[in-house]
């Protein structure tokens, strides 16, 4: 069964969105997004509809899923009238702008018979999904250290430019951008929830160059020589105490020659495991009293991981896959499908770890969690 589904908003992502809802057949009936002559024609020559705004998306009865793609300012209060109309919500991260805007929508979701989903997209890996399948399994023993990164490059100079470096002083960037991305990744493959966290910040660039002309993504453009000042971080560095393991990331939107660096190792008593974003269809694995080990994706991954593949070995498969995956995962659930997606309640639990580190920044010390995110 498919379910009528409509993308809020059209940048970067929601184009992703609607690139692998197409490709699993799944039919988007509409878009909500400033129009444009672009955007019009796209929408006239696939049979679409544009809507005037969110609002009369939500409100259509013949809506029945909804994707949120806006900006992170938005996600809160898009994702909290989906619920209460009925409609099933697949929000981007982070869930919202702050713990509390968070917590709102994940309570609002348990009250509600609703599918609520966030895309931590790398869940849709099946070389992560062995990798938590072997740390199930008792492969490695027991964990006991975490270490990871998840590096960019894409601000590297102070002309570069995106609304994201608008947030304001309550809000991150790179730590909720792509450091809870890591946290997802750590918590989904070990099954160990963060206790504590510590954190220190850097702004490279405390004031930046406004673009002269057009803004498009992940290019360096022409700039004014107007600026604007910038409050949230370029780079970060995490201590966080996952209770009988200890964490350390780095998060970087400004280190020259990184493109999607997403890198994890895991440590366990026995053995060692190491997987990178870059290099998806490769899980390296370590030991002290063997040989250490490379796996490559094929039919012989462990039954968990085979159905995020669906292309034979030697076939590569990257981002857009992934995502697919996460897609896909989700959409099954509405008719009663397995769901190792992450929910709004892996959102909140994110944004809780995102707020430690802004408090910890600022105290200069490390700050607990609440029971509810370290709760099994």
């Given at each position: ?129 062995e ?8 492969t ?17 100079f ?17 730590v ?102 870059e ?20 039919n ?23 995502m ?31 707020e430690?580190a ?19």
């Amino acid at each position: 069964m498919t379910h009528s589904t409509v993308i809020i908003g059209f940048g970067f992502i929601g184009k992703a969105h609607y690139d692998c809802l197409t490709r699993l057949g799944i039919p988007v009936t509409g878009i909500v997004d400033q129009p444009t002559e672009q955007l019009e024609a796209f929408v006239a020559a696939r049979g679409l509809r544009l809507y005037s705004d969110w609002q009369e998306a939500i409100s259509d009865p013949d809506v029945q899923v909804i994707h949120n793609c806006t900006p992170n300012a938005l996600h809160q209060v898009i994702n909290s009238a989906a619920i209460e109309a009925g409609k099933h919500i697949f929000s981007e991260k982070p869930l919202g702008i702050d713990a509390q805007e968070t917590a709102q929508q994940w309570r609002l979701a348990q009250r509600s018979a609703v599918k609520h989903a966030v895309n931590f997209t790398y869940r849709g890996y099946p070389l992560v999904h062995e990798l938590r399948a072997l740390i199930q399994q008792g492969t490695l023993g027991d964990i006991r250290f975490i270490k990871g990164h998840y590096l960019q490059d894409w601000l590297l100079f102070p002309t570069d430019y995106s609304w994201r470096l608008h947030a304001n002083r309550e809000e991150t960037r790179a730590v909720a951008d792509i450091g809870s991305h890591l946290v997802d990744l750590a918590r989904f493959v070990t099954g160990l929830n963060p206790r504590s966290v510590y954190a220190s910040f850097e702004t490279v660039y405390e004031e930046r160059y406004l673009p002269a002309g057009q803004v498009k993504a992940f290019e360096v453009s022409e700039a004014s020589s107007e600026t604007y000042p910038v409050f949230t971080e370029d780079q970060a560095s995490l201590l966080i105490d996952f209770g009988t393991a200890k964490a350390n990331f780095e998060v970087s939107q400004v280190a020259a020659g990184h493109k999607n660096d997403l890198f994890i190792e895991v440590f366990g008593t026995r053995g060692s495991a190491r997987w990178h974003q870059e290099r998806p269809e490769e899980l390296q694995l370590g030991f002290r009293d063997q040989p250490n080990q490379t796996i490559v994706k094929s039919n012989l991954l462990a039954p968990t991981a085979q159905p995020f593949m669906h292309y034979p070995a030697g076939h590569p498969e990257g981002y857009p896959d992934a995502m697919s995956n996460v897609i896909r995962t989700f959409h099954e659930s509405l008719s009663g499908g397995a769901s190792p997606f992450a929910t709004f309640e892996d959102g909140h639990i994110a944004a809780q770890v995102i707020e430690a580190a802004v408090q910890s920044q600022q105290s200069k010390a490390a700050v607990e969690l609440s029971e509810s995110a370290v709760a099994s």
